[in-house]
């Protein structure tokens, strides 16, 4: 080792013994930061007030050649980031849909970052990989799933992490991909893959999440957008006719996607009656039900996932409603041999000993690399209990009623949609420039914020229940914003 290498390797050693010196005081003092950021989020203001570049001339242009100081890392937390954060987790935040979090899960996510492996095999990390496992099936078995998606029943199926409903909706659209090529050409010998993939067409509702038409972009097929029925919501009939004309103009119907708890609305598809007809006609059935899926949990919110043994894959964001941090976006597939029969690619520095007998997540997922996320889950469960997930759903859920009651006890305002989970979609009676002048007012006071959606031309405004601290006072608070707001919009009338 010549003396410039010898002199490095000195002094990164002795920098790696100063930071696990001050690992734990640097730990500690953001244990405390963070604490006290959430137990005093009331205090600030939900959404900044910067303009886009704002952050540039507030840090230096390059990176320093010398190590900063800790304590001026921590005092440019609040000059340099917090001007510019909107804040989920304030109990007046009630925008999008909830993004979940709790002490385990942070707690977890540290023992995850120190861990820091990638287990995109078996043998990458056993634990990873075993503990995904059990806690999809300690999930499964939660929302009551049929056994077939599980891998405790001894059968194909199983469950998986993914990072996003996104990736989930995608994943499945490809396996479903795979599946009608094997089937088509079995059936049609003569056709070529690339014959096959032109006549596929997929199938959704006008209401489902951007990102279902964005796996169509991605995988490169044909997705019909289909308008669902007065109340919104997807039917079997609207289904079967749909793929009833697409049979008779020569394609090949191969996937649907059923939404339970749509992002605009949180309108439930009708997933007893889709479920048949996609069974019959060899339609691989995906279930959406990102926020949704959490309440399920709750045993009177499962008639809205009556028809489940029907569906190929279902999907379901515990990040969204159920304490556990992102990313964490869970997934069951009745037969995972789909994805890994199309996904696999197995370079030999990626072969082991113990292929087959365990799962290779790295064949279930558009990325290789994965981080140890089943440990939050498992944190989570066992510090909460079902029992205590259960009442932070019909909380948030009793707290979304009562937002309805109130806007309900005033004739101005009119609700748009049925109040089902922690949703509420509501509007002043009257033109929709109206409620776009009332929302920019209300938004830009800074005590809540919401944001609005349009359905059949009709623009209205959501209220989602999204911080697990928020309390009924809260709900009382953002009435009361929004009953002020009203006042000084109909005034200028």
């Known amino acids: 080792m010549n003396s410039f290498c010898q002199k490095a390797h000195w002094k990164f050693r002795r920098m790696n013994e100063m930071e696990a010196n001050q690992f734990r005081e640097f730990g500690k003092e953001m244990i405390d930061y963070v604490a006290g950021y959430l137990e005093n989020i009331r205090d600030r203001r939900v959404l900044p007030t910067v303009e886009p570049g704002y952050l540039r001339p507030l840090i230096p242009e390059t990176a320093p050649e010398k190590p900063d100081k800790w304590e001026d890392i921590m005092k440019d937390i609040e000059r340099v980031v917090m001007p510019g954060v909107t804040h989920w987790h304030s109990p007046r935040f009630h925008a999008y849909y909830p993004t979940a979090n709790s002490y385990p899960a942070i707690v977890a996510d540290i023992l995850s970052g120190a861990i820091a492996c990638i287990g995109f095999t078996w043998i990458s990390s056993p634990a990873c990989t075993e503990l995904e496992v059990v806690m999809m099936d300690w999930l499964g078995k939660m929302l009551a799933l049929p056994e077939p998606f599980l891998a405790c029943s001894g059968g194909k199926g199983g469950g998986v992490i993914q990072g996003t409903a996104s990736e989930a909706t995608l994943v499945a659209l490809l396996g479903a991909k795979a599946r009608a090529i094997c089937t088509g050409k079995a059936e049609h010998p003569e ?70 708890g749509t992002t605009s609305s949180c ?22 039900a990102a926020y949704a899926g959490s309440a399920f949990i709750c045993p009177e919110y499962r008639y809205l996932m009556k028809g489940i043994e029907r569906a190929d894959s279902f999907n379901f964001n515990p990040h969204k409603w159920l304490l556990i941090n992102f990313d964490c976006s869970a997934m069951w597939l009745k037969d995972p041999s789909w994805l890994v029969n199309a996904f ?68 101005r305002f009119e609700i748009t949609q049925e109040v089902t989970m922690g949703l509420v979609c509501f509007r002043l009676t009257g033109s929709n420039e109206m409620n776009e002048q009332f929302l920019k007012r209300l938004n830009g006071k800074g005590v809540i914020h919401l944001v609005p959606s349009k359905i059949r031309d009709t623009y209205f405004l959501r209220l989602a229940i999204c911080s697990k601290q928020t309390e009924m006072s809260d709900i009382d608070v953002s009435w009361k914003e929004v009953k002020e707001t009203a006042d000084e919009i109909l005034a200028k009338k």
């Open 344 to 411: 696999n690619v197995d370079p030999l520095y990626l072969k082991h000993e113990q292929q087959g007998s365990a799962p290779d997540y790295r064949h279930w997922q558009i990325p290789l690399g994965r981080r140890f996320r089943a440990l939050k889950i498992w944190f989570v469960l066992r510090l909460y209990g079902i029992e205590n997930l259960q009442a932070h759903i019909r909380k948030q859920i009793a707290m979304a009623h009562h937002f309805e009651a109130l806007v309900r006890s005033d004739e």
């Open 267 to 288: 309108t439930f598809d009708n997933l007893e009656e889709m479920g048949p007809v996609c069974n019959q006609y060899n339609i691989w059935l995906h279930i959406d």
């Open 191 to 260: 056709m070529s893959d690339a014959d096959i993939v032109a006549k596929l067409v997929g199938y959704t509702s006008s209401q489902s999440h951007s990102s279902v038409e964005r796996a169509g972009l991605l995988g490169g097929i044909k997705l019909r957008s289909l308008q669902p029925d007065d109340s919104n919501k997807l039917t079997g009939e609207i289904l079967e006719k749909a793929v009833q004309e697409d049979i008779e103009a020569g394609l090949i119907p191969f996937y649907a996607v059923c939404t339970l």
